[in-house]
């Protein structure tokens, strides 16, 4: 039994706030360590999920691995078998036959409570039971784990330990195309553009069997292949985060599409979650007593309101949608991770900042620009749940941005 070391790999965050900062020898030398790392693993294991079961921070996270994914293919280790556990909460969304497909076979999927299998001595413990023979490399994605980035070193099951809040926040500074993949580089000391910043992007895998259900699904939910297709989202746990304006928003984009694409109908669902999740006034029934009574002026819009019974059924639904409109929240970043463009209003400032938050290359984010407010203020209105500052947002922006985005997607 060899003696565990710990490196620390902090400065990395250092360098996600400047590209530019050059590596001193000594931190070269740690990288080299990771880099050596992955390098010499036989087996991988990727530990995902987000703080206190969190949907978003799983779904960010699924940007970090595929970025490993591709830097194992990039090292000449594709084929060797990875283990991806991810809170039993989302597991659902990770289909191991979509890896397979996108990757290689010998890509497992498996779920775990999200307080299990988190620390470096439980995924280590986990590696050795799956694949007893060959040297594992541990990654940490999970947003449970808030601190700097570290290179645990022990034996032959290496772990880098939370990797998740650099690789996501810090080196968002690095622009839309070059944040994951710049991280991973990094990470790794791998050649600046060796891995498509397009692709190592966050991803929900689709089978072609979920993609035959869609028909099934479109007509429980009442949808027609014929409408634009738009899904939103209008709930949150934080309310500060809650837009206060959709129905504007709504009625607007109702009209701007009867004047650009006459004779054209737009169906709207507005998807809910459970409601023991949600804050009161932000139920399906409330939000469902908000639209009961919706018209739009050329009478070329519905709106329904309707939970989705499960979280893969909504990715299939999200993934035939020509647009989502969605609150800074988990199932807006779902829609993006699936290719659909989405609308988004961020709170100023940095707070919840919308350079980390717009998390795909599909989040078209609206927020208040120059920022007119403080940082307590905006503090302030989180703690206290209000949507003043949220609501400064003018339905137009929002309404501006969906027409560009239809004009790419929505068929003639």
């Not at 050649?191 to 699904?217: F, K």
């Not at 409601?275 to 639209?291: N, S, V, W």
Request: glycine share 8%; proline share 6%; hydrophobic share 40%.
């Amino acid at each position: 039994m060899g003696e565990e070391q710990t490196i620390d790999l902090s400065f990395l965050a250092e360098r996600g706030l400047d590209a530019n900062r050059p590596f001193t020898e000594d931190e070269r030398q740690h990288l080299a360590r990771a880099q050596a790392a992955l390098y010499g693993a036989e087996s991988v294991v990727v530990r995902i999920g987000g703080q206190a079961g969190r949907l978003g921070e799983s779904i960010v996270a699924t940007a970090l691995l595929e970025g490993v994914l591709q830097a194992l293919r990039y090292a000449g280790k594709a084929g060797i078998p990875i283990a991806i556990i991810v809170d039993e909460g989302v597991g659902e969304l990770f289909e191991a036959g979509a890896y397979q497909q996108a990757y290689w076979p010998e890509i497992s999927v498996r779920t775990a409570p999200i307080t299990q299998l988190v620390d470096a001595d439980d995924l280590r413990a986990y590696a050795v039971s799956i694949t007893p023979a060959r040297p594992a490399l541990l990654l940490d994605l999970h947003g449970a784990h808030d601190g700097m980035p570290r290179l645990q070193e022990y034996d032959a099951a290496p772990a880098l330990l939370h990797l998740m809040r650099v690789g996501i926040r810090h080196y968002s500074r690095h622009g839309p195309l070059r944040r994951y993949a710049g991280f991973i580089e990094d990470l790794f000391t791998l050649p600046r553009d060796s891995l498509d910043g397009e692709l190592v992007q966050p991803a929900i895998r689709l089978l072609p069997e979920d993609h035959a259900r869609y028909l099934a699904l479109a007509q429980t939910f009442g949808l027609h292949d014929s409408a634009i297709r738009i899904i939103c989202f209008f709930q949150s746990v934080v309310i500060a985060k809650c837009y206060g304006r959709w129905d504007e928003v709504v009625r607007r984009l109702a009209d701007e599409v009867a004047g650009r694409w006459p004779g054209r109908r737009l169906e709207f669902l507005v998807a809910c979650g459970p409601d023991e999740q949600q804050p009161e006034g932000l139920r399906r029934a409330d939000l469902a007593a908000e639209y009961a009574d919706f018209r739009a002026g050329w009478d070329n819009a519905r709106v329904s309101v309707q939970y989705t019974p499960s979280l893969r059924d909504l990715a299939v639904l999200l993934s035939h949608a020509h647009l989502a409109l969605a609150n800074d929240t988990g199932p807006g970043h779902l829609a993006g991770a699936l290719g659909v463009h989405t609308i988004v209003p961020f709170l100023p400032g940095g707070v919840y900042a919308q350079e980390v938050w717009s998390s795909t290359l599909y989040h078209h984010g609206v927020t208040l620009e120059p920022n007119p407010f403080t940082r307590r203020e905006i503090e302030s209105a989180v703690i206290n749940d209000r949507t003043d500052i949220i609501n400064s947002i003018e339905p137009a922006q929002l309404v501006d941005t969906a027409m560009k985005c239809l004009s790419e997607r929505a068929p003639e």
